[in-house]
């Protein structure tokens, strides 16, 4: 039973990442043979899974992902505030520059934590929940970095998102799933050669965090 359990909880979560993985809604035929299984075992997974709202049916009888996944989403903010929190916070201050948690959300850039130095006499007002494009500004370019590594492993920009700022980024490789960047952005222009290395290593510390 034990096992006849996690196997259909298996199948769930595998029939979950298909529907948002997939470019358009799918079939219950498309979906059995995807999972190569039968119609009615399919059919019993998404019946569940549609009870909890992880999943909904279109009009003509597709399915694709529910708003019930969008809540599971949000709840995974808090967790990577928290491992992001200590290696932003050590990067803010040896940086001086407003330090940042960024990943990827609607195809855009969103900020989801940020962390201001407590010694400069002026910085730039970055804030939680901040957007904007991925080809744009040091963050999302970090992160489309994860599809295509460069030398040497950081980004940097100026003026590309505000006037006379300056942002220096990192992706952060090696966890499932999550596409996202550690960053910093400053009015003043920064040693980049240094701050890039040290971006990296923040990146890699909320890596070994989250992993």
Request: proline share 5%.
């Amino acid at each position: 039973m034990a096992a006849e359990t996690s196997q259909s909880l298996e199948r769930g979560l595998r029939l979950l990442r298909l529907l948002a993985d997939a470019s358009a809604p799918m079939t219950i035929t498309a979906l059995a043979d995807a999972l190569q299984t039968h119609r009615p075992v399919v059919y019993r997974l998404i019946t569940a899974l549609a009870r909890q709202g992880m999943v909904h049916r279109d009009a003509d009888g597709r399915w694709r992902l529910g708003l019930g996944v969008l809540h599971l989403a949000q709840r995974i903010h808090p967790l990577l505030r928290d491992a992001a929190a200590g290696p932003l916070r050590r990067l803010a201050e040896e940086v001086g520059a407003t330090a940042h948690l960024t990943i990827t959300d609607g195809g855009e850039a969103l900020a989801v934590a940020v962390i201001e130095p407590s010694w400069t006499d002026y910085h730039v007002a970055y804030r939680v929940g901040s957007r904007h494009p991925l080809d744009r500004g040091a963050a999302g370019l970090a992160i489309l970095a994860l599809d295509a590594p460069t030398e040497p492993g950081y980004v940097s920009t100026s003026g590309q998102l505000q006037p006379g700022a300056h942002g220096i980024a990192a992706p952060v490789t090696g966890v499932s799933d999550l596409r996202a960047s550690i960053g910093v952005i400053s009015l003043e222009e920064l040693a980049v050669d240094e701050v890039g290395e040290r971006v990296i290593r923040a990146a890699d510390e909320v890596r070994a965090a989250l992993t």
